[in-house]
């Protein structure tokens, strides 16, 4: 065994700082919770599973308590439950190869668990986009017919390279005419109307939820980081499911305040802030303490294009058919589902920004949106800026697919890497 392997197992591991503010966000993830629980049963209540990507605030703008699928799959892998619902999902005959978030759903829901660990309830009806995955279209579609309830599926095209400005107007028409399909379909199963003066003070909270993760995140720029990935992969709960309204902007109020202090202190995520770097891809949620494997290598994650995605800013001060138009332009162009052509400038820039000394890409077997192209980044980065890229093959929810000494090992050999291409 060689000696930095034996260290890790034999010393002290080292101390990842967590941000205070969290025990807040336990509170508002369980007022949540609670509330999803007492409205799915309340009559005049009306509950939506929904998935990402789609705007919430399309749920918000109707009083329509959104309910999320893929969220309380993430604490089923955060809980160790993932695996036995994975398995249960199997023994039905869904395939090892598809999306472990959706057979981690099948399982949850058919065996009833507690919300705690993923457990979540039927809704009054189902709603998703293709715009990230088919999975998203054919998971809700499977669920929506097995609990026999209603389903909206928004179709948005995929933008390709090389799409022009005239055909990115004709996908805009095209969502926008679904946007006022939507609104005929609420009203048919709610009886309610759209309402601007709602949607607007919607919109405007969700872009200040918004505008204060960025702000956030910005401070992540500096050296030694205060905020690391295993803030970020918690602190999003707000952007995906509270954004339109108030409890997550007095939530990243708090956050803000306590980051700015830790910025003037220098006080970092990790005591010794050498190797900075960016983690491309869903986190294992099954294995969150990877982080502690790259800490005692003196590296932090300051980077994740996957928690910044859910926070673009909203078109604002607009008449409702330009904010219509300017959403569904939006949603065309999520760093989450760039294509090639815009996500090498896109980690380039992020790159330079965050002063990043290396990159690790998650090669998601339930994800391949995410996960395609990989190859073509790795290089491109590698190339332009110099610096090492790791590709990790994983999965986000499914446990036997996450090796311990294997991962550290590769983490070991990278960061060494790193360290070499420092000396350069
Ligand atoms: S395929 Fe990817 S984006 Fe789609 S549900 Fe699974 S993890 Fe999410």
Redesign the pocket.
Known sequence: MNKSKKNLKDEKRIYVRELKTTKYLKKLMFNYFIKAQIFSRIPWKYTAWT???FPIEFLWAYDIYPLHP?NSATASGARKASLNLIEYAESLGFSRDL????KTNIGAFDKKINFTIGGINKPDFCCTTGV?????VK?IQTQARRMNVPLFIFDIPHEVAGTDEKTRELYVDYIVEQIYEWQDFIYDLTGRKFSEKKFYSVLYKSDRLCELWQEIYSYRKLKPSPLGFNDTFAQIFPLVLLPGIDAGIKYYEKVLAEVKKLAAEKKGVIPNEEYRILFEG?PFWHKLKFLYDLANLNAVVVYEPYTYAFGPRKPLGLSVEESIRAFARLWLQQP?YYNLDNRIPYFEKVIEEYKIDGVILHN?M?????STGLIDLKNAIQRDMGIPVLIINSD?NDPRQYADEIMRNRYESFIELIKQNKKK
């Not at 999306?99 to 959706?102: E, L």
């Not at 339930?366 to 995410?370: E, K, L």
């Open positions: 998935t990402s990507a893929e999306c472990s978030y959706f990230i995955c088919d999975t998203h998971w869903i989450y998601n339930s994800c391949r949106p995410n986000m």
